[in-house]
């Protein structure tokens, strides 16, 4: 919803995430991404009493159902991967790769989330694999100098059975100028 409503929506970046900001504690934890073309922006209800737009700088970030950059273990290695596909500049297999790890980390590098130890396991993996929780969707979005935009996304279901795949290539040279 938040998304959509600012991809439909007429507010330009700042207008909405102060309006998504000032109603944040109407809506469930949620981590949101938004961009114009020229900034990334993230917004989080996650942190009581840190609702403040944060304007990314070009890098690395991690994401997972915490606040941006939590030092948890997955996010770590991920990050480290990411950052070593990018180099190589790959085709998008190579991120799925990536977002398809289920190790599970050892006990002794769990992070302590509030959940019992059994679900820190599950939900340690980078990729997790439940008949009731899980990974639902992988998704790639490629956005290249040329105006070129790769939007590649893998749907899963319980126990991360395959459900659907689906790829658009877009070529959009006002998404990078921001008209």
């Given at each position: 919803?938040?998304t ?11 207008e ?16 949101l991404l938004?961009?114009d ?5 993230y917004?989080?209800?996650r942190?009581?009493?840190q609702?403040v ?5 070009a ?16 996010l770590?290695?991920?990050?480290k991967?990411?950052?070593?596909a ?8 190579a991120?799925f790769d990536?977002?398809?790890?289920d190790e599970?980390v050892p ?6 989330t ?5 679900w820190?396991r ?5 990729f997790v694999r ?5 990974t ?10 040329s105006?070129r ?6 749907q ?7 459900l ?6 877009i070529q ?7 008209v």
């Open positions: 919803m938040l959509a409503d600012f991809l439909t929506g007429s507010l330009g970046l700042d909405y995430l102060t309006h998504i900001g000032v109603r944040a504690t109407a809506f469930n934890g949620f981590n938004l961009g073309g020229k900034r990334l922006a917004l989080s209800n942190a009581p009493g609702v737009p944060r304007f990314l700088e890098g690395i970030y991690g994401l997972s159902n915490h606040v941006l950059d939590t030092p948890w273990p997955k770590t290695v991920a990050k991967a990411f950052g070593k990018l180099a190589e500049l790959p085709e998008t297999s991120f990536l977002l398809a790890d599970i006990d002794q590098h769990l992070p302590s509030g959940v019992p130890p059994h820190e599950l939900l340690s993996a980078i439940s008949p009731d929780y899980g639902r969707a992988s998704t790639v979005l490629c956005v290249h100098h105006g935009i790769v939007f590649e996304e893998r899963f279901g319980p126990q991360a059975r395959k659907g795949h689906l790829r658009e290539d959009s040279s006002s998404m990078l100028t921001g």
